[in-house]
């Protein structure tokens, strides 16, 4: 079975609520139950964690390994243009990671154009809204039958 932990970061709790032009009107909860049925059907299984804490989200990626977890998909949200610690994170436990952004990023302010997780993920997507999530699940499951 195909263990995948999906790490929201800050902000992203207010999905279907913040911004909908931008990031659209469903909730992350949503989203997840999304995943889990895809993941279910396919005999894998998702766990949904979604914090606005930089250390939780690093210590959740610390111990995806520990825990089984065969990849990772994450939206770290603002902390993917500014957080040196989680890339480290992510290279340290070196577990296949796919890195995913609801609105275009390019699309938006030049702050967000550079990701310092990019380099290190298996895959990006970028710009497809809540389907990104989904895609990225499908990489995963592909990639660890």
Known sequence: MTRILVLNGPNLNLL??????????????????????IAAARGGFVSGFQSN???????????????GFDAIIINAGAYTHTSIAIRDAFAAVSIPFYEVHISNVYARESFRHHSHLSALASG?????????????????????P
């Open 53 to 67: 804490a930089e250390h939780e989200l690093i210590e959740q990626i610390q111990g995806a390994k520990t825990h």
């Open 16 to 37: 279907g609520t913040r911004e909908p032009g931008t990031y659209g009107s469903q909730t992350l909860k949503d989203i997840l139950g999304r995943l889990e049925s």
């Open 124 to 144: 990006v997507i970028v710009g497809l809204g809540p389907l990104g999530y989904e895609l990225a699940l499908e990489a995963a499951l592909r990639a660890h």
